[in-house]
């Protein structure tokens, strides 16, 4: 398949609203694809990503760019093979490699062509195609449910590992997908809400898990036998920067075990540290001590416990794991009891709480309503945008930040505000370097960056606004911290924002 069949479906989604045209053109061209290697890299490339983590390339490496080509020659293939080769050099000579092949294959580009694969390489594909879409549409494409999809895309811990199945081998080739322990599997996630109460009623009313929401890094533990696994929610193995959750799964009393949890930085008082400790620490395996908390279960000594209700995987849980590695949680119907927990919760130094169904099984994807969370005291994480230099005593930093979430419909983000409240001066030193370091464009006032930084901003309420193009605004914005262990994919889109608003209770 030429590139420029990508490109031009790319242009299309980013042109409409709609979710529905957005499927069908991503689905029309999926359905297209015959050879499988292609449906993976179309696959990666529709969602946004390069096949390959890393390739050493930037926006500097992507400055000075030979002509384009007149004409659409380059396959999918070549560009899949060209970066593979660009991933693989290190050395003495691997930044003039690197160099010499990205002139190689941008000179084979069309102008749009260029466009696009500078996109890609730096992350700011902005079609509105998040990983979700592309499900959807390998799901019409192939004539397969939805579900199946979701759920074996779950199990393979990756939308691009099961694309060739969904497309080729039908419901059965998908159900082949199942947990395995050692290979990591795609994490639930929870949708939101702004109080306890309209929590409870979201996950469907009667009585309710009351989960601790701790401010700490998300983790995924594996253990057979006597190895064990740790990854992140973004499924990269951090098993020798973990030494602690390491000793924790050894000591338990099984030998298959599947967990899913967070690590976080706990005082003498057993109250939470900063979160840029937690964060600091899980990058490395030296600093403060992490411990592991533990909130559900997905296997144990082959069983799978992903279909079966919480109730019971809460269960299992509690006889398996010893109570100082459980996060703390209450069982209710109670409303007024429930408001109690989350008062102690957040008094203990805590976000929030979660509040889980205890009838749903455990199925990541699209955030639903059986895990809500709920955090009293606001917080958003956010993607900056752009920064502003300094004044005064700040003159030699860079300051006020420009904080954006994403549209779900256009997939644009859109500028919510300005904050420089919250930065000390450790802060301010730590992101004049990191912006300087994503840096697309400086008029000498503001510098606008790439949009990968995710910020966690704390805010009193969101009010309407014509000055931002979202229409809202921010009240009293000030940074709570830095989120390292986030992409700006996993930061809070619009309509989060917009269900702030006072009397918005189902955001549009």
Do not use: C
Not at 225 to 241: A, I, K, M, Y
Not at 248 to 273: I, T, Y
């Amino acid at each position: 398949m030429l590139l420029a069949d990508v490109v031009a479906t790319s242009l299309a989604v980013a042109a409409t609203r709609s979710r529905t045209a957005k499927t069908a053109a991503l689905a029309e061209l999926l359905a297209g694809l015959d050879d499988p290697d292609d449906v993976v890299t179309v696959t990666a490339y529709l969602a946004g990503a390069l096949r390959q983590r890393r390739t050493g390339l930037g926006w500097r490496s992507l400055g000075d760019l030979p002509p384009p080509a007149d004409e659409a020659s380059l396959t999918v293939s070549e560009v899949h093979a060209a970066f593979e080769a660009m991933s693989t050099f290190s050395g003495a000579g691997s930044q003039a490699a690197r160099a010499a092949a990205v002139s190689a294959l941008f000179a084979r580009a069309t102008a749009d062509e260029q466009a696009w694969l500078r996109s890609i390489v730096t992350g700011e594909v902005r079609q509105g195609a998040l990983d979700s879409l592309v499900q959807e549409a390998l799901a019409v494409a192939g004539g397969v449910p939805a579900t199946s999809v979701r759920r074996a895309a779950m199990m393979a811990g990756s939308t691009v590992d099961v694309a060739v199945a969904a497309l080729t081998g039908g419901e059965q080739a998908l159900a082949a997908f199942v947990l395995q322990v050692g290979r990591p599997v795609l994490p639930m996630l929870a949708s939101s809400a702004g109080s306890v109460a309209e929590a409870m009623a979201k996950a469907g009313g009667g009585t309710v898990a009351i989960d601790t929401k701790l401010d700490g890094v998300r983790i995924q533990v594996h253990r057979r036998d006597d190895e064990v696994l740790v990854v992140t929610r973004s499924l990269d193995d951090v098993t020798s920067r973990h030494p602690e959750v390491v000793e924790a799964a050894l000591a338990l009393p099984r030998s298959e075990v599947v967990l899913d949890g967070e690590v976080l930085a706990l005082g003498p008082d057993g109250r939470p540290r900063p979160f840029q400790e937690t964060a600091s620490r899980a990058a490395s395996a030296a600093g403060v001590e992490l411990t592991p908390a533990f909130f559900d279960v997905l296997h144990l000594d082959g069983r799978d416990l992903v279909d079966s209700p919480t109730h019971e995987r809460l269960e299992v849980l509690a006889s398996l794991v010893r109570p100082e590695h459980l996060v703390p949680r209450l069982l209710t119907d109670d409303a007024a009891e429930a408001e109690e927990f989350t008062a102690r919760v957040l008094e203990l130094g805590h976000e929030g709480v979660v509040v889980k169904s205890l009838s749903a099984p455990y199925a990541a994807g699209r955030r639903g309503a059986t895990w809500v969370k709920v955090k009293p005291v606001h917080t958003l994480d956010l993607v900056v945008l752009a920064v502003e230099r300094g004044s005064g005593r700040r003159s030699e930093w860079l300051s006020n930040i420009h904080l954006g979430a994403r549209d779900p419909r256009s997939g644009e983000l859109v500028m919510l505000g300005k904050t420089f409240k919250g930065m000390t001066d450790e802060v301010l030193r730590w992101q004049t370097e990191r912006f300087r370091e994503l840096e697309t464009s400086d008029d000498g006032y503001v510098v606008t960056v790439r949009p990968e930084q995710v910020v966690e901003i704390a805010f009193d309420g969101v009010q309407r606004s014509t000055r931002y193009p979202g229409g809202v605004a921010l009240r009293f914005a000030r940074v709570v911290g830095y989120r390292d262990d986030k992409s700006a994919a996993d930061a809070d889109t619009l309509d989060t924002v917009r269900s702030y608003l006072p009397g918005v209770t189902d955001p549009g």
